[in-house]
């Protein structure tokens, strides 16, 4: 094995240790994992297009003497819709199931994490959803009533989010066409399960979006990272952008590529490490408003570039570095250690768009079918939703809700038009 997958191997072992099982055909091994939890498992997954999966899954569990709680129930639509969440919360309600299992992407992880916290406390507190976006709400909730939260198993099949690693469950309002985000670390599956050969199972835009949520991960929480956290999250940010840069071209070239597969996993998972050390800022915080016009890793793709521009009198540092992977790939032509402020910035957002043309990825907003303009004030909007007050507070240049037009505005509308020169800077 590559000393560049060691690297990644160890970051990640050194974190989760026995809580997560990851690499090639380990998914056999779920049962005697979860045995530890009960002998009543809600499974929650789809059963068409991920049925070798599903099969492999119940054949473990039954091995293990794991039996199913009711039935089957069917997983949750793309950007987990409030909806599903409840649908879901109902299963858990009738059940009453010793664990419940999540087989699925960033979408069912994230729902069932929801629905876990509605069913475990919504009695005791409130089951509308509303009541619990933010940070901490479902913690409190547990030590004020006492109760707890059923074991929730995560099993990721799509190199993506990192849900199944993270303290996040991001839920979307369909008919608004907005994502809200729950931040706690009492939503952390229990145990987390990822065999990166089912990414194979996964259509290739899904991929897309998934290398670019990586890049977006790492490189929002390393823009932002405090001084004593600074050298974790710079490992975790090299070594995710090595992996990804290097081999989601032979992806896109090659879906069978197991080797890429293997390394695109490991990859997105050091970018779920990364948001538990520090936060993501203003990329994921537009990309809340574009969940019907894109996948969420891609609405992230297109935009930190720009924002890269915006950071940059104040990220000189971090520029550095990731500029030095882009130029090492053959993405950048200048040499990052050579420049300095706006200069830097707008190099190294050069190469990002430069790799994100490479495979395939959308770089500017009105790339985007269905794009017009009515999304920008629908962003700006959002961005001062006080539920969503963490993603600028997290901001490298922090924002103020009354800073947001001027300011995000103009990062917004470059990237609508393509121009980094447009953004504008405060220092």
């Known amino acids: 094995m590559n000393e560049l997958f060691s690297r990644a191997r160890k970051l990640l072992y050194d974190w989760k240790g026995g809580a997560y099982v990851f690499g090639r055909g380990v998914l056999p091994e779920l049962?005697?994992?979860?045995?530890?939890?009960?002998?009543?498992?809600?499974?929650?997954?789809?059963?068409?297009?991920?049925?070798?999966?599903?099969?492999?899954?119940?054949?473990?569990?039954?091995?293990?003497?794991?039996?199913?709680?009711?039935?089957?129930?069917?997983?949750?639509?793309?950007?987990?819709?409030?909806?599903?969440v409840y649908r879901i919360e109902t299963y858990i309600l009738h059940h009453r199931p010793d664990m419940i299992i999540a087989v699925g992407g960033g979408s069912t992880i994230d729902a069932c994490k929801a629905a876990n916290f509605?069913?475990?406390?919504?009695?005791?507190?409130?089951?509308?959803?509303?009541?619990?976006?933010?940070?901490?709400?479902?913690?409190?909730?547990?030590k004020k009533t006492g109760k707890k939260l059923f074991p929730l198993v995560a099993v990721e099949i799509s190199a993506s989010s990192g849900a199944h690693l993270t303290k996040y469950a991001n839920i979307t309002d369909p008919s608004l066409g907005q994502k809200k985000l729950v931040v706690d670390e009492s939503i952390v599956p229990v145990l987390s399960f990822f065999d990166y050969d089912t990414t194979a199972t996964m259509p290739i835009s899904v991929t897309i979006d998934g290398a670019l949520d990586s890049i977006?991960?790492?490189?929002e929480v390393f823009s932002g990272i405090p001084a004593e956290k600074y050298d974790l999250a710079s490992s975790l940010a090299e070594c995710a952008l090595e992996l990804t840069i290097q081999y989601a071209p032979r992806v896109i070239q090659d879906p069978d590529?197991?080797?890429?597969?293997?390394?695109?996993?490991?990859?997105?998972?050091l970018g779920g490490y990364a948001i538990m050390i520090g936060g993501t800022n203003g990329a994921h915080l537009t990309s809340f408003s574009l969940v019907d016009l894109a996948g969420h890793g891609t609405a992230c793709g297109i935009m930190n570039p720009y924002y890269a521009v915006f950071f940059s009198p104040v990220i000189e540092k971090q520029l550095r570095l990731v500029g030095s992977v882009f130029k090492k790939h053959g993405y950048m032509s200048k040499d990052p250690k050579e420049l300095s402020g706006r200069d830097l910035g707008i190099?190294?957002?050069?190469?990002?768009?430069?790799?994100?043309?490479?495979?395939n990825a959308p770089v500017t907003l009105k790339d985007l079918p269905g794009w017009n303009d009515a999304y920008i004030d629908r962003i700006l909007k959002a961005a001062k939703d006080p539920q969503l007050d963490m993603k600028l507070k997290n901001m490298p240049v922090p924002l103020t809700a009354c800073m947001v037009d001027q300011y995000m505005g103009s990062v917004i509308r470059a990237a609508v038009s393509g121009d980094f020169q447009a953004v504008k800077t405060m220092t």
């Open 347 to 359: 190099a190294v957002a050069e190469g990002m768009a430069a790799f994100s043309r490479a495979i």
């Open 216 to 219: 977006a991960h790492c490189f």
């Open 257 to 269: 590529d197991m080797e890429a597969r293997e390394a695109l996993g490991m990859s997105t998972d």
């Open 31 to 84: 049962g005697k994992h979860a045995v530890r939890f009960g002998k009543r498992a809600l499974v929650v997954c789809n059963t068409s297009y991920m049925k070798p999966v599903v099969d492999i899954v119940m054949r473990s569990l039954a091995e293990s003497g794991i039996g199913i709680a009711g039935h089957i129930v069917p997983d949750a639509g793309p950007n987990a819709p409030r909806a599903d």
């Open 118 to 142: 509605l069913a475990s406390l919504g009695g005791e507190v409130t089951p509308e959803i509303d009541y619990w976006f933010g940070t901490n709400t479902v913690s409190e909730a547990i």
